[in-house]
DNA sequence: ATTTAAAGTTAGATAAACAAAACTTTTTAT
DNA sequence: ATAAAAAGTTTTGTTTATCTAACTTTAAAT
């Protein structure tokens, strides 16, 4: 059985993994993630690699070995499927869920996690825009490109977000982008890279910082 | 903040508190019901008495302080919604919900405990009879008398269940005793307790152990 | 009333998860 | 190519929750 702890330690290494054009997840980016010291992250890598859930050498590169990765897999269906239940069933907001995601996603139930798969009409998709897992493990296809990389006179549709974080959510809800807001990207200013776009009709400045955590799809 | 740990301790006084004459609560009785050895619970009623939980002197009995009760109070609330969700919306059966309940009623949030109750139409018994704690923590009136101490010739109704375990409650579930079955009995045998019962029309025997474990009320 | 049994406590140890400080390896910059 | 910086590891130590073994107190039995 795995404790939290490793299943924490699991699913920060998948997300650090994903999303990175091959440069190497070391223990300090760990060890920042999932704020503890790297000393710490040294003797729990020591513990995953004994049970074959990561591959480790001494100031190597981390990553997860197939049953890592399905235990990261599962955790992060549990997270996505209670976040969409809270969404859903609960009233919260996007920026209420994933406190509480993370408690429940630790749960340990197999009847619970498909019920509630069942319950939710087996979504796709979470309340962030992040693809839920299936049973089996498997991921449907990610996200691609941010705000921050389109070129300007697009029109687009927020399809996700890269950061999870309340305050984040509280801001960008305030400026009208939540899944699914159609925004046209009118032109980007060289000084700072913000971006002047119009967002449901209304126009609005937004910091590059921003741009580069707003996942977007081309509107067909 | 408790720790789950210091939860399931303050539940367990509280639970053998309740449902005995008088009769006063030790170390060995208490580690027996959480499964660790009396020397753990010595130490743990240390830090409880520190934090004003428990009222505990060596070689005493064990109670609730009000802070400690009103921490089990809300543990309690949360395992009985908990179990009332898994039975209504996720179709665990009986016998299935304590063990997951177990882990939910650790999770902190009070708005998921508010939209439960709400999603559920704020229920006042759980799915083993069990009066579901109010909000500010006030119980509405427990259980009084198990089958064994009825009379014969008593027309009675299954209102609750002493023990949560899962074989007991396959077991009971088998003879047809349910939440709100009805049940004529007929006869005590001298020689072992057990009785001869009608329920739901059939005829059976059951053991006195059996009967020790199930509530009632009278049909009036 | 004394012995024995039951109940309870204390002391010493362990495992998990963490941190600070000291040390080592790797990378970067000049 | 070497020094400095960054990254990573090891050692030592802490906290929480647990155990076993040895000891003490209280209750029961003769």
Redesign the interface.
């Given at each position: 059985m795995t404790t939290s702890t490793e299943e924490n330690y699991l699913k920060a290494i998948y997300n650090l993994n994903v999303d990175r054009d091959g440069k190497e997840l070391g223990t300090n980016e760990l060890a920042g993630h999932l704020g503890v010291s790297p000393a710490t992250v040294s003797s729990m890598l020591k513990k995953l690699k004994e049970k074959a859930f990561v591959s480790y050498e001494k100031y190597g590169a981390i990553s997860l070995l197939q049953e890592g990765e399905a235990i990261a897999h599962a955790v992060i269906r549990k997270h996505r499927l209670w976040e969409t239940f809270?969404v859903e069933?609960?009233?919260?907001t996007w920026d209420?869920i994933h406190?509480?995601a993370e408690?429940?996603e630790h749960?340990?139930?197999k009847?619970?996690v498909d019920?509630?798969d069942k319950?939710l009409g087996y979504p796709k998709f979470d309340p962030h825009g992040d693809p839920i897992p299936t049973a089996n493990g498997e991921i449907r296809g990610m996200h691609k490109t941010t705000l921050d990389q389109e070129l300007a006179g697009k029109q687009l549709k927020v399809v996700g977000v890269k950061n999870d974080s309340p305050t984040f959510l509280q801001h960008i809800t305030q400026l009208g982008l939540v899944i699914n807001s159609e925004i046209l990207l009118k032109s980007r200013l060289e000084f700072d890279g913000s971006l002047d776009v119009e967002i449901e009709g209304k126009d609005q400045m937004i910091s590059q910082k921003v741009a580069e955590n707003v996942y977007v799809s081309n509107i067909i």
């Open positions: 809270l069933k609960m009233d919260f209420e406190e509480v408690q429940l749960i340990k139930s009847k619970l019920q509630l319950l």
